[in-house]
């Protein structure tokens, strides 16, 4: 099925591991985005890529770095886990260029704890 | 500052209710998008709506209606004769034109939660 897959789907870390969030997108969308969502806190935006070969800092970007590999793919990486970093992960994707059918789409998220 | 105000946390419903979800945002532009997802306990976010800041016209889709009014900034979302299956969290979220476009804003959410 067309869509936005990302891995793993949970994830246990102790304080100061790294680790790295795949995402894929098969929709040819240019524009890509991490976000994290928190308890009463709706998601918040991490990093996001507008096309391929950019990246640009959100709303929370600090413990994190991304890499936008391809067209298709928009990795996050957690160089020293934290505590803090415990949250539901959701990558998404659109295509900015097209306003008549400018919508995201998410993945199923990835749940991860940092003990 | 929070640009979307989702000022209900959660509402409680007993089946065949209705329920409306407010959203209250905040822009200068005049030219950007809100949405509104649905997260059920499974945990994804399911798409339900998506408005133009230049169509103020309501709009209905099944038991599903929303009210758009530019004048109070506001894009309120009603679901009619409730059922279990609506129960999840709702977000409402806006997309700028002076923000690049692609950064989505999320409210709060408010928790749906609908009672047999």
């Known amino acids: 099925n067309a869509g936005v897959t990302q891995t793993p789907k949970f994830q246990v870390l102790k304080t100061g591991q790294s680790m790295t969030l795949q995402c894929a997108q098969d929709m040819n969308h240019n524009s890509m985005y991490w976000y994290r969502q928190d308890p009463g806190m709706g998601l918040r935006l991490i990093y996001y890529s507008a096309s391929e070969g950019t990246t640009d800092k959100g709303e929370v970007p600090n413990g994190y770095n991304v890499s936008r590999l391809n067209k298709r793919e928009f990795s996050l990486r957690l160089e020293s886990a934290a505590p803090s970093q415990t949250s539901v992960y959701f990558c998404?994707?659109?295509?900015?260029?097209?306003?008549?059918?400018?919508?995201?789409?998410f993945g199923s998220g990835t749940r991860l704890t940092v003990v | 500052a929070q640009k979307v105000t989702q000022a209900q946390t959660e509402i409680s419903v007993v089946e065949k209710e209705d329920v409306t979800l407010d959203c209250v945002y905040e822009?200068?532009?005049?030219?950007?998008?809100l949405f509104w997802y649905k997260q059920p306990p499974s945990g994804e976010l399911v798409f339900l709506i998506r408005r133009n800041s230049f169509d103020e016209q309501n709009e209905i889709s099944g038991r599903y209606s929303w009210n758009f009014q530019k004048s109070t900034s506001s894009f309120n979302f009603t679901i009619t004769a409730s059922q279990v299956v609506d129960s999840a969290v709702y977000f409402c979220a806006l997309s700028e034109e002076t923000d690049s476009w692609g950064k989505l804003q999320f409210g709060a959410g408010t928790q749906v939660v609908v009672t047999p």
């Open positions: 998404a994707s659109t295509d900015i260029s097209q306003p008549s059918n400018y919508g995201y789409t």
């Open positions: 822009t200068r532009d005049t030219t950007y998008y």
